[in-house]
Every structure is written in structure tokens, then in C-alpha cells.
């Protein structure tokens, strides 16, 4: 199932899609342009970067982050998202949460943290959406995020479509060669 929604879904494309809910899309680049896979450790149930999606605003105006949610989620625990600015290091992707001791890049990225409702990513900026999960079951998933946004006073919304499944305990993400 899940191995049919990727495929669905690569053919469906990224950010143009304004990921249901009747919203258009407008100026936020969700996610890397394709279709990706997270495939977390069989028994970790630690809070973890599951997903870190990058966002870049290629508008005019500014955007304000709104709501972050998971799409299709299975046996997963959702703490409330947070974003990163522009600097030099990133969230490591599926780090701990908060970033365990030596995780430089996370350590940084924690430190410049702001809360969803005072995020407002300028025009040309990349900013990092972090949303701390943990997973209850080697059957936790989900098919994609979703993301609703501001822009010049309307709501709009679009998806990345990273999908997330336990490592050896789906069809697309297994264990071994």
C-alpha cells in the first residue's frame, strides 16, 4: 500500500500540489523537488527529526508557517513543530530531539530554533520546518507532510513528499541489499 501511495504520489508531483483540503499554492518551496524516503531503525522509540523539511520562499512577500501536519500517520507521536533560520548548520535529519551530545550540526540548528507562531520567513530565505516524532511501533509511517502558510493575507498550503516506515518492516524500506 504504502509502495503504491510513493509511487502515486511521485507521479503527482511536489509543491504545485496545494495538498488537499481546497488550498492553492503560492510562493513556498516545500521539500527537495522529489520524492524521498526516511527509514528509521527497527525499536528506536526516542523523539526524533522525523520529518526535517526545508522550505525556501520564492515570493515577494513574507510567509508565516500556519499548521504542520503529518499525512496518513501510523502509530507515530507528534510534539509541536519548530523551524530553523538561515545559518550554517541544519537539523540533522532523524537526530534526537532535543540533539543528543556531540550532534554539532543539531546543537546549532537547536539553538537557533524558533516557534511555529513566530516564524516569518522573508522572500529568498531557506528555512528548516523540524517536526519532533516519536514512533510507538515497528509499524509507524507516514505518507507525506503537509504544510499550510500564509502569503500576502491568504492561506495556501502544499506537501513534501518524504515518507517515513520502519527499516525492514515495509515494502520500500527494508533491510539488507
Same mark, same amino acid.
Given at each position: 500500500?504504502? !509502495?503504491?501511495?510513493?509511487?502515486?504520489?511521485?507521479?503527482?508531483?511536489?509543491?504545485?500540489?496545494?495538498?488537499?483540503?481546497?488550498?492553492?499554492?503560492?510562493?513556498?518551496?516545500?521539500?527537495?523537488?522529489?520524492?524521498?524516503?526516511?527509514?528509521?531503525?527497527?525499536?528506536?522509540?526516542?523523539?526524533?527529526?522525523?520529518?526535517?523539511?526545508?522550505?525556501?520562499?520564492?515570493?515577494?512577500?513574507?510567509?508565516?508557517?500556519?499548521?504542520?501536519?503529518?499525512?496518513?500517520?501510523?502509530?507515530?507521536?507528534?510534539?509541536?513543530?519548530?523551524?530553523?533560520?538561515?545559518?550554517?548548520?541544519?537539523?540533522?535529519?532523524?537526530?534526537?530531539?532535543?540533539? !543528543?551530545?556531540?550532534?554539532?550540526?543539531?546543537?546549532?540548528?537547536?539553538?537557533?530554533?524558533?516557534?511555529?507562531?513566530?516564524?516569518?520567513?522573508?522572500?529568498?530565505?531557506?528555512?528548516?520546518?523540524?517536526?519532533?516524532?516519536?514512533?510507538?511501533?515497528?509499524?509507524?509511517?507516514?505518507?507525506?507532510?503537509?504544510?499550510?502558510?500564509?502569503?500576502?493575507?491568504?492561506?495556501?498550503?502544499?506537501?513534501?513528499?518524504?515518507?517515513?516506515?520502519?527499516?525492514?518492516?515495509?515494502?520500500?524500506?527494508?533491510?539488507?541489499?
Amino acid at each position: 500500500m504504502l !509502495a503504491a501511495m510513493l509511487a502515486f504520489t511521485m507521479a503527482a508531483g511536489t509543491t504545485a500540489c496545494s495538498g488537499s483540503k481546497g488550498l492553492p499554492a503560492g510562493s513556498l518551496s516545500i521539500g527537495p523537488g522529489g520524492e524521498e524516503l526516511n527509514c528509521p531503525s527497527p525499536g528506536v522509540r526516542s523523539t526524533r527529526a522525523l520529518p526535517a523539511v526545508w522550505v525556501s520562499n520564492r515570493g515577494t512577500s513574507p510567509i508565516k508557517i500556519l499548521e504542520v501536519e503529518l499525512i496518513a500517520p501510523h502509530d507515530v507521536e507528534v510534539d509541536p513543530a519548530f523551524l530553523v533560520p538561515p545559518g550554517d548548520l541544519w537539523y540533522t535529519v532523524a537526530g534526537d530531539v532535543p540533539p !543528543a551530545q556531540g550532534d554539532e550540526m543539531a546543537a546549532d540548528a537547536w539553538s537557533r530554533k524558533v516557534a511555529m507562531d513566530e516564524a516569518v520567513i522573508q522572500p529568498g530565505e531557506l528555512w528548516e520546518i523540524v517536526v519532533p516524532m516519536r514512533t510507538l511501533s515497528d509499524e509507524a509511517s507516514f505518507e507525506a507532510t503537509r504544510i499550510e502558510y500564509e502569503e500576502n493575507g491568504k492561506r495556501r498550503a502544499g506537501q513534501d513528499h518524504t515518507a517515513m516506515a520502519i527499516d525492514g518492516h515495509s515494502e520500500v524500506c527494508s533491510i539488507g541489499p
